[in-house]
Structures are given as C-alpha cells and as structure tokens.
C-alpha cells in the first residue's frame, strides 16, 4: 500500500532528522575517550549547575539516574535549551606527532545548562519514544496477531538464558513474516551455530539455510541438528513436563503428553521426510549473488526470505542490500549488533586503510546530503545499554578499570611528556589486586621503565585525584545518556534506506527481545512490493 509506505517514510525521515540534529550538537562528547578523561579536564568542561546536579544526588541514585521517569517524559522545554560552556579546559599540545588529545571538537561544547532538560532530551530519541517505531507497532500488531504456528514447546536445547530469549522470540516473528511472504525457505546469514536455523526446521518446518564465515561454526551447526534429530522427543517431552510444572497450566500426565507430542515412530517418520537444511561456510558481501548459495537447495518455491539474528557489523547492512538487488528474496528480518565494526562513509576506520572500506553508514538520502558522520568512539558508545545499566550500574561494574586507565594515562603524560596511541594496555585491571600492581605490570607491558616511579609516588597519585574517581562514572552517565539516540540513527537510517527504493512496500522497525536481556533488541522487518506487509498483491 504506497499511501501507508509514504506516511512511514515521511515519519522516519522526520525522525531521524530530529535525532541528528540533537545528536550533532555532542558528537564531541560521543567520542570521548575514557583514558583521557583527567589529563583533559573533562569534568571541569561540565557546566556547573549540571555538575552540581549530579553531586548532589546520593551515591544510590547514580545506577538508576539514566532510568528516571523523569526523564523519560517528553520535554518541550528540554529543545528550547541552549548553552555554551565557558568552562576553562586544558588546550591542545602538540608533541612530535601527537596531540595531547586526538578527540574531536576540543573543547566541548554543550547546549544545556540543566541536568533534567539534557536527561529529558536524550532520552526523547529513544527508539521506543520516536514517532516511526511507534506506528511500525501499532502495523505489526493490526497484521500480525496471529500466533506462529509451532508444532511444539520450545527446545532450548545446549542455549543459555539470553539465546534462549532471542532464538524463541526472533523464530516465532520470523515464521509470521515467512508466512505473511508466503515463503518457505529462509536463508540465515551469519548463522553461528545454527540456534535459531534449527528452531524453524524442527518447530517451525521451513527449509533453511545457514550462511556463515566460519567454517567451525557450520560444522558445529550440522552436528547439533543431527543431535537434535536423535533426542528431539525426549526434549520436548522434558520441555513440556517443565512448562506445566513452572506455569501450572496443565497437570504433565500422560494423556497430556500424547496430546502435544507424537510417538517414536511418527517422530522417525516425520524425521525422514522432515524440511531441509543447509549449512554453507561463506563470507557474504553486498557484491556476492545471493542465488549461488540458495539456488540448488531443492524445495517447493523458489521464493526465499533473510534472516539474521545479530549480524555483526557491516553484515547487516549487506543482508539489506542483498535483500534488494536478489529477486527471489521476498521478505526480511533483521536484528543487527557490533555497531563500533560499521565502515562509515565520512568517517576514516582507525584500524584499516580508507581504500579498503566499503561505507555501510550513512545509506539514506538525508544523511549522505548532510555529510554525518558518527565516529568510531561514537558507535562504541551506542552499544552501552542504558536499560542494562540501569540495572547493573555505571558501566556495568568497570569504573574501577576505567578510573585506573584514566589515571595511568597521567603518570604517562608526567613521566614521557607525550602519550602515545600505540600504548594500548588491555584488560589487565581484574588480575591485579591494587592500584600500584597495575601500574607496574602496565608500564611492563608497554616496556617502559618504572625504576623512578615508587609506590608511595603511585599512591600519592591516588590521593591527588580521588575526586577524579567519583566524577568519572557521573560524567560516563552523561556520555551513556546519548547512547539510545546513537542507535537510533543507525536504525532509523538503514529503514530509510530501504524505503527509498522503489522495490520494497513499507519496512518496520519492531522491539524483539527485552533490552535488559538483550540490549541490541530491535529488528527491521522489510517485504518487496509484490508480498506487500499490509496490502497483500500489487
């Protein structure tokens, strides 16, 4: 239906205009980096009256400070806010190569002087506050209310707690879209071992196929279906016995078993005669033909639907292109993570040549007109959970390590004059009992000589800068606060994306798995015109 594909549209794109424009005016302080958060002043780059704010709440209030209801009410006074920080900073110096520090922007510029107005307005750039996502909802629930049909309980077999979340959820949305597409075959990419390809094959019956870059992991798929195909009764059984114990929904007797679940020898039957799968070990890009890999997997239909549970990096970006330049391909679901790997068009990749790079963001029309650009800082940033957070703490328990990295890279600056990027420490804070041990295997590590420096002088560094450990996680608070808004680009701008072309009906972006569990929680639902979501045939 092209009228409700142009309202969609017309709402993303205001959307993700309102969230560049916000998210432009702190890019500066999305791509901080921890280390330097002493030897750059930072917190005396906070205004004061949000610093004295945050000083004032008791130490308690800290973990759910980005969860305040507060501040998940839309604000108008909140965009009406505008400021521009005076505050003294430390200037840039230039040694050798090096500057003192290698952030953009410096020094930071901030548009708010309250604390509840900044709070209040990151947090209106939360997907679920957005205007887009909130009708894709209320589209998913109008043509979606039918429950999947699964054969049986959920097996979680060899899965933890969180896949477990993930596989059930993502398979039953995934079956309602296959099903809406009228397709009976999924491909999978970037598989892994094979958790939620064998969740449709087995619960579901569609024939699958999992692509994966990792020739352990496909093998390690195709074993776990075999394994699955030999203790499948005896674990649906196990699943039903636990369902009716846990919820007491039935009595596990067995009439009730014989209900839900066939006999060993209907079981074999089914077996043998049961929908395919394939796993192909494969790295997949935009370039690639999609219809080498699906196209001799025999099955009634040639029609097929993309699938992805957590494609890292640059791999959801090349599902959405597959999805468009492959005709066969009807319908997909998408659920991305790993945003920090994402090659960025107006952006260098620290770690590879800019030739080697092909751009994954920005992809729509509205972002490549204004040139954003995110930064790799920037997406490292958009992967703090802000719900998660909220419930485990600052961080998730890593002040400490923070604090000391920070903290070491003062001793570097006093003792060498100059820090250098190759000085790349590692996670070594958890092997070491204090402060003064971590220094030393620090320096150790990087071969640089700590003869001159006693641990009375280390200590004497923590007692200078004590201040600076209780300021670091309430300024963290502040850089995590963006982090729904980061997403969000992301999101909203490969959902652009895909409804500027002509080919696709209208694309949805829908909250999958609780953000708590599994924060990386929204997936894209996108369909080709002739397997319209909503209107059936064009």
Excluded at 84 to 96: D, I, Y
Excluded at 154 to 182: D, I, N, P, T, Y
Excluded at 418 to 426: N, P
Excluded at 427 to 441: L, M, N, P, Q, W
Aim: proline share 4%; aromatic share 8%.
């Amino acid at each position: 239906m092209e009228t409700r594909k142009q309202e969609l549209l017309a709402l993303c794109r205001a959307d993700l205009q309102l969230a560049a424009d916000f998210l432009s005016k702190y890019l500066a302080l999305a791509n901080l980096h921890n280390t330097n958060f002493i030897i750059n002043n930072y917190w005396n780059q906070v205004p004061q009256s949000i610093k004295d704010s945050l000083e004032s709440l008791p130490g308690t209030c800290m973990s759910g400070l980005l969860m305040k209801d507060e501040w998940q009410k839309e604000n108008k006074e909140a965009h009406s806010q505008t400021w521009k920080s005076t505050a003294s900073s430390l200037p840039p110096q230039k040694v050798g190569s090096n500057l003192l520090t290698e952030d953009p922007d410096f020094p930071l510029v901030w548009q708010h002087t309250d604390l509840q107005h900044y709070m209040s307005e990151a947090a209106s750039f939360h997907m679920n506050k957005l205007s887009y996502p909130r009708q894709c909802e209320e589209i998913y629930s109008l043509y979606f209310n039918k429950a999947a049909h699964r054969s049986d309980p959920f097996v979680s077999h060899s899965m933890g707690e969180k896949k477990c979340h993930e596989v059930e959820l993502m398979a039953e949305v995934a079956s309602q879209v296959a099903r809406h597409s009228q397709v009976n075959k999924i491909v999978d990419l970037g598989s892994g071992k094979g958790y939620l390809a064998t969740t449709l094959v087995m619960q579901y019956g569609y024939n699958v196929i999992g692509i994966d870059s990792q020739e352990g992991n496909t093998h390690g798929a195709m074993q776990r279906k075999q394994r699955l195909e030999k203790q499948y009764t005896g674990l649906v059984e196990r699943e039903v016995r636990h369902s009716a114990t846990k919820q007491k929904a039935w009595e596990a007797t067995e009439k009730n078993l014989q209900a839900v679940m066939p006999d060993e020898t209907e079981t074999r039957k089914h077996s043998a005669s049961s929908p395919s799968y394939k796993a192909i070990t494969a790295y997949v890009s935009p370039e690639d033909d999609l219809e080498k890999y699906i196209g001799d997997v025999t099955c009634a239909g040639s029609e097929c639907m993309l699938t992805g549970l957590h494609t890292c990096g640059n791999l959801a970006v090349s599902m959405a292109k597959l999805f468009l330049k492959t005709p066969s391909c009807k319908a997909m679901l998408n659920v991305g993570c790993c945003y920090h790997q994402v090659d960025e068009m107006f952006a260098s990749n620290p770690f590879a040549p800019q030739e080697d790079c092909l751009p994954h963001f920005p992809l729509s029309s509205v972002l490549i007109q204004r040139s954003f650009k995110l930064g790799r800082n920037c997406r490292m940033l958009s992967m703090q959970a802000m719900e998660k957070s909220a419930v485990s703490g600052v961080g998730g328990g890593g002040e400490r390590s923070l604090f000391w990295r920070a903290l070491l890279q003062q001793i570097l600056l006093d003792m060498h004059g100059y820090w250098s990027k190759e000085w790349i420490v590692g996670k070594i804070s958890a092997k070491c009992s204090d402060f003064t041990e971590y220094v030393y295997k620090a320096l150790k590590r990087l071969k640089l000589d700590h003869s001159m420096l006693s641990p009375s002088d280390i200590n004497a560094y923590l007692e200078k800068y004590k201040e600076s450990e209780k300021q670091m996680p309430m300024f963290f608070q502040l850089r995590i606060a963006l982090s729904p808004c980061i997403e969000s680009i992301i999101l909203l701008d490969r959902c652009l994306y895909l409804m500027e072309q002509e080919s696709t009906d209208v694309v949805l972006a829908k909250r999958l798995f609780d953000p708590v569990q599994s924060p990386r929680c929204y997936g894209i639902i996108a369909n080709k015109k002739h397997a319209s979501l909503v209107g059936g045939s064009h």
